[in-house]
């Protein structure tokens, strides 16, 4: 199939391009497209065959179930039995990097769910993601746009590399902003957990709620045979080829550890932009400033990616602080290490 490249830099002079990506979404083709978190890989959210197809061009499993994607919150009530609560948060915080798990109506086919009577909806505040929600007049099913397993993608060059010739077209948007995965939030009674961070944080929600209880699997590791209450959160995820080790200790004693460490092994190393001049490694990959883990997470899976390019054959990179966004650094980072992490 050969895949063709939508490139919008100005949504107004480009409305033709929204236009044929819609056509291609109505009649139960594939389009990846920018969201402000990472890139989506949509299809009709209510056409079964047209959602089937996103889990072969991505090689993911069928129990893993896909977010639709919405162009104003209250669509959410066509696909799923909405409350109270999903109405302060939608009134919080979307259109933005939230997803919100509820009821399922039958508009929603169960094999867009992984067989559960749950679905996750989300509402992208990407002008682009939106304009073609909006032009396809349905819900779009969209994970992202990577091969299964792989790091997400936030800039069209990485979904060229994963999914070129796999699907029908790409809209490149340029890169993400936020750059980690839309947060995820299960809505039972009044019961608010919290399944994935992303860009809404923990310390957002629980300004709303007051109490958000925390699902195991967000910074911890899965007993053998334990079931998550994410599917998506058993599958090995966001993983560079090259075996990533995380350092846990003070600034100085990472920084050391890792100087040593390029002297003595191939390694690729993810530093701080601070720590680029005094590391000088060949392959060296700076993602952002030591205090700005919001700039860390836009540059996260380029990292990674870039990290896996190199002829490396381990990479190193810090462990990071749970605070606010970093709380989704953490989940990401510490999943795509397998949970290797080094006391230096
Ligand atoms: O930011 C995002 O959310 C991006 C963009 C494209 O919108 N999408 C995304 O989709 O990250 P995906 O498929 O890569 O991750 C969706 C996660 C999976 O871990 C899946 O298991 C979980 O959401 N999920 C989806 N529906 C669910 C449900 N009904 N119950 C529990 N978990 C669900
Ligand atoms: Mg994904």
Redesign the pocket.
């Known amino acids: 199939m050969k895949t063709e490249i939508l490139k919008i830099s100005d949504l107004s002079a480009d409305s033709d391009k929204i236009r044929y990506a819609a056509e291609i979404i109505k009649r139960g083709g594939l389009v990846a497209f920018p969201?402000e978190?990472?890139?989506?890989l949509g299809a009709d959210a209510t056409d079964e065959l047209a959602s089937k197809k996103i889990y072969s061009a991505k090689g993911r499993p069928s129990d893993?179930?896909?977010?639709i994607?919405v162009s104003n919150p209250e669509d959410a009530e066509k696909y799923a039995y909405t409350d109270k609560l999903y109405c302060k948060l939608a009134k919080a915080f979307m259109p933005g990097?939230l997803?919100v798990?509820m009821p399922r109506r039958d508009t929603i086919p169960l094999s867009v769910?992984?067989g559960?009577e749950?679905?996750?909806v989300?509402c992208?505040s990407h002008p682009v993601a939106n304009a073609l929600i909006r032009e396809s007049g349905t819900a779009i099913a969209?994970?992202?746009?990577n091969i299964s397993g792989s790091p997400?993608p936030t800039r069209a060059e990485h979904v060229i590399r994963d999914m070129d010739s796999r699907i029908d077209a790409i809209i490149d948007g340029g890169s993400c902003d936020i750059g980690v995965?839309?947060t995820?939030v299960?809505l039972d009674g009044d019961r608010v957990t919290l399944?994935?961070p992303?860009g809404v944080t923990l310390e957002q929600l629980s300004g709303i709620f007051g109490s958000v209880e925390v699902a195991p699997a967000v910074t911890g590791e899965l007993a053998p045979g334990e079931r998550p209450?994410?599917?998506?959160?058993k599958y090995r995820h966001y993983a560079p080829c090259c075996p990533l080790v995380l350092l846990e200790g003070s600034e100085d004693c990472v920084l050391r550890f890792m100087r040593h460490a390029q002297n003595a092994e191939k390694c690729a190393v993810i530093c701080y932009d601070e720590e680029a001049d005094l590391l000088r490694n060949e392959r060296l990959i700076p993602f952002g400033s030591k205090d700005d883990p919001a700039a860390q997470a836009e540059n996260l899976f380029d990292a990674l990616r870039r990290a896996d390019a190199t002829d490396a054959d381990i990479i190193y990179a810090h462990l990071p602080a749970t605070k606010g966004i970093g709380l989704a650094l953490y989940n990401r980072m510490i999943r795509a290490a397998a949970h290797t992490v080094k006391k230096v």
């Open positions: 969201t978190t990472v890139y989506g893993n179930p896909l977010i994607h990097p997803t798990i769910t992984g559960l749950t679905v996750a989300r992208p969209a994970p992202s746009a997400s995965e839309s995820i299960k399944l994935r992303g209450l994410s599917p998506g959160m």
